[in-house]
């Protein structure tokens, strides 16, 4: 390998020096950090066995679980680069994505993708790899930090997933970030409360291993709620809708619990108001998968005006607003490329990532996330930004939740149509004569649907284009539930 800098694995490393310290909780079984650094050598035996390419990509199709764990830290400490694939995917559609990005294995539990014919890519089960036991704990040879480590696929709410590379040093910077600003000690256990083909799960797995404490691996079938009590967890990563879960299924939290990152998008007010008026550490964030997880979060006891921002800009991150509100980061944790099967293509343009996001720092240096910027669109000669509209419904009483599309429309181009989830269960009454005390008339949607739960049930992010398709179907040919003199009301703005 190239020379630079190189660093240990931190699983061998706290194994050493803290032999019995807790590494990996899971119902059924937990795993000490010397324990846990046997598997991680017995099932790198395995895959030095199976005599893959040196850097070899590996496709990982696996709900969370303890096997998971091992081997993703035993692909890594192999020089592997290991490619989680979403449990969502079809297998057929899951295959030929493996395929298309040159993996030299495919690793599944899915009955479908083990029956398939062999073909240029034979799927194996993950008890062909994984030693869940090991003997003795060989010194691995500290890594390369800039060699490649994953291969992670983008959520795809904006258009076709990408294919993002990471170096290892992306996710190590990445860690010690966001242990800077909420740290984490031995003893302290982080619920892998995401799935770990999402940056944001992976990122639990390194931020742990650095500072020596646990990861929680939960039943697959408790409630959240109910995983919080049985793990024993310290911190968990969420996102609105397990956060809404959670307020509706508890007043407390155990006393234990000392952060809740928030993200995956802007949270609803209703639910940040929820939150900190219980008490609980919550964390309000900004990241993405180019950037390997966080960019900015707000720090430890941040009051509620605070939270309704995304935070400080995290050390080994670098961020800027330019001329036209876009935002563009930079910094250790950015990605080598997007890979195209063997291709790798640069993202940053004169050194900086566009994230395709719009906003604004305030005085205090805290980022104020504003909306996509593909997300706009043009009604009557007027911009509307989608999150403005949301953030508005938000707030009224009884809204905890809004997603707003644009439907076509032939006198105005496209309008605004608004999904809502409702804390009395219906629509609230007047919202429209509401919203036109604090939005100009033709941002106000045309009419107000509930928001189904397929749109945002085991989502990172809101399926918009689905929202967008169902808003098409309902609007087209009825009437408009609410009229607007949208024209004249651009005349008077323009």
């Given at each position: 390998?190239?020379?630079?800098?190189?660093?240990?694995?931190?699983?061998?490393?706290?194994?050493?020096?803290?032999?019995?310290?807790?590494?990996?909780?899971?119902?059924?079984?937990?795993?000490?950090?010397?324990?846990?650094?046997?598997?991680?050598?017995?099932?790198?035996?395995?895959?030095?066995?199976?005599?893959?390419?040196?850097?070899?990509?590996?496709?990982?199709?696996?709900?969370?679980?303890?096997?998971?764990?091992?081997?993703?830290?035993?692909?890594?400490?192999?020089?592997?680069?290991?490619?989680?694939?979403?449990?969502?995917?079809?297998?057929?559609?899951?295959?030929?994505?493996?395929?298309?990005?040159?993996?030299?294995?495919?690793?599944?539990?899915?009955?479908?993708?083990?029956?398939?014919?062999?073909?240029?890519?034979?799927?194996?089960?993950?008890?062909?790899?994984?030693?869940?036991?090991?003997?003795?704990?060989?010194?691995?040879?500290?890594?390369?930090?800039?060699?490649?480590?994953?291969?992670?696929?983008?959520?795809?709410?904006?258009?076709?997933?990408?294919?993002?590379?990471?170096?290892?040093?992306n996710h190590l910077y990445s860690a010690k970030g966001s242990n800077a600003n909420l740290p984490l000690h031995s003893g302290d256990r982080w619920l892998l409360?995401?799935?770990?083909?999402?940056?944001?799960?992976?990122?639990?797995?390194?931020?742990?291993?650095?500072?020596?404490?646990?990861?929680?691996?939960?039943?697959?079938?408790?409630?959240?709620?109910?995983?919080?009590?049985?793990?024993?967890?310290?911190?968990?990563?969420?996102?609105?809708?397990?956060?809404?879960?959670?307020?509706?299924?508890?007043?407390?939290?155990?006393?234990?619990?000392?952060?809740?990152?928030?993200?995956?998008?802007?949270?609803?007010?209703?639910?940040?108001?929820?939150?900190?008026?219980?008490?609980?550490?919550?964390?309000?964030?900004?990241?993405?998968?180019?950037?390997?997880?966080?960019?900015?979060?707000?720090?430890?006891?941040?009051?509620?005006?605070?939270?309704?921002?995304?935070?400080?800009?995290?050390?080994?991150?670098?961020?800027?607003?330019?001329?036209?509100?876009?935002?563009?980061?930079?910094?250790?944790?950015?990605?080598?490329?997007?890979?195209?099967?063997?291709?790798?293509?640069?993202?940053?343009?004169?050194?900086?990532?566009?994230?395709?996001?719009?906003?604004?720092?305030?005085?205090?240096?805290?980022?104020?996330?504003?909306?996509?910027?593909?997300?706009?669109?043009?009604?009557?000669?007027?911009?509307?930004?989608?999150?403005?509209?949301?953030?508005?419904?938000?707030?009224?009483?009884?809204?905890?939740?809004?997603?707003?599309?644009?439907?076509?429309?032939?006198?105005?181009?496209?309008?605004?149509?608004?999904?809502?989830?409702?804390?009395?269960?219906?629509?609230?009454?007047?919202?429209?004569?509401?919203?036109?005390?604090?939005?100009?008339?033709?941002?106000?949607?045309?009419?107000?649907?509930?928001l189904p739960n397929a749109a945002v049930q085991g989502r990172m992010k809101v399926d918009r284009e689905e929202l967008t398709r169902r808003a098409q179907k309902?609007?087209?040919?009825?009437?408009?539930?609410?009229?607007?003199?949208?024209?004249?009301?651009?005349?008077?703005?323009?």
């Amino acid at each position: 390998m190239p020379a630079g800098p190189r660093a240990p694995c931190p699983i061998h490393r706290h194994a050493q020096a803290r032999p019995d310290a807790l590494a990996l909780w899971s119902p059924e079984r937990r795993w000490t950090y010397a324990e846990l650094d046997a598997a991680i050598a017995a099932t790198g035996s395995t895959l030095r066995d199976a005599d893959l390419p040196d850097g070899s990509r590996v496709a990982l199709r696996l709900h969370r679980d303890p096997d998971f764990v091992i081997l993703l830290w035993a692909l890594w400490r192999m020089g592997h680069v290991a490619m989680p694939l979403s449990t969502r995917l079809p297998a057929a559609e899951a295959r030929r994505t493996a395929q298309r990005m040159g993996a030299s294995c495919l690793v599944t539990r899915d009955a479908a993708l083990l029956g398939m014919e062999p073909g240029a890519l034979k799927p194996e089960p993950p008890d062909r790899f994984v030693e869940r036991e090991g003997r003795g704990t060989p010194n691995p040879t500290p890594q390369p930090t800039h060699r490649r480590a994953t291969l992670v696929f983008t959520s795809g709410s904006t258009g076709t997933p990408k294919a993002v590379l990471h170096s290892w040093a992306n996710h190590l910077y990445s860690a010690k970030g966001s242990n800077a600003n909420l740290p984490l000690h031995s003893g302290d256990r982080w619920l892998l409360s995401l799935p770990l083909y999402h940056v944001g799960g992976l990122a639990i797995l390194v931020r742990c291993a650095l500072a020596g404490a646990a990861v929680a691996v939960p039943d697959q079938d408790a409630s959240l709620s109910a995983t919080l009590d049985a793990t024993g967890a310290t911190h968990a990563s969420l996102v609105a809708t397990q956060l809404r879960r959670l307020l509706e299924a508890r007043e407390a939290l155990p006393r234990r619990v000392r952060g809740l990152l928030l993200g995956g998008g802007p949270l609803p007010e209703g639910l940040l108001r929820r939150g900190h008026g219980r008490g609980w550490p919550l964390h309000t964030s900004y990241g993405s998968t180019e950037m390997a997880s966080q960019i900015t979060t707000t720090s430890p006891g941040a009051p509620l005006s605070t939270l309704r921002t995304a935070g400080r800009c995290l050390p080994h991150r670098r961020l800027r607003i330019d001329a036209d509100g876009h935002i563009l980061v930079a910094g250790p944790t950015l990605c080598l490329g997007i890979a195209e099967g063997n291709e790798l293509h640069d993202p940053r343009t004169n050194g900086w990532l566009p994230t395709g996001d719009l906003g604004r720092l305030d005085a205090q240096g805290r980022l104020h996330v504003q909306g996509r910027t593909d997300r706009q669109f043009i009604s009557g000669g007027e911009n509307i930004q989608p999150e403005e509209v949301e953030a508005a419904l938000e707030r009224l009483d009884g809204i905890e939740r809004a997603v707003v599309v644009p439907v076509p429309d032939p006198e105005y181009g496209r309008r605004p149509v608004a999904f809502v989830q409702s804390s009395a269960g219906g629509l609230p009454e007047d919202w429209q004569g509401r919203l036109e005390t604090v939005l100009p008339r033709f941002k106000i949607p045309d009419a107000m649907y509930e928001l189904p739960n397929a749109a945002v049930q085991g989502r990172m992010k809101v399926d918009r284009e689905e929202l967008t398709r169902r808003a098409q179907k309902l609007q087209h040919g009825s009437a408009r539930t609410i009229e607007h003199s949208a024209g004249a009301e651009n005349d008077r703005t323009g």
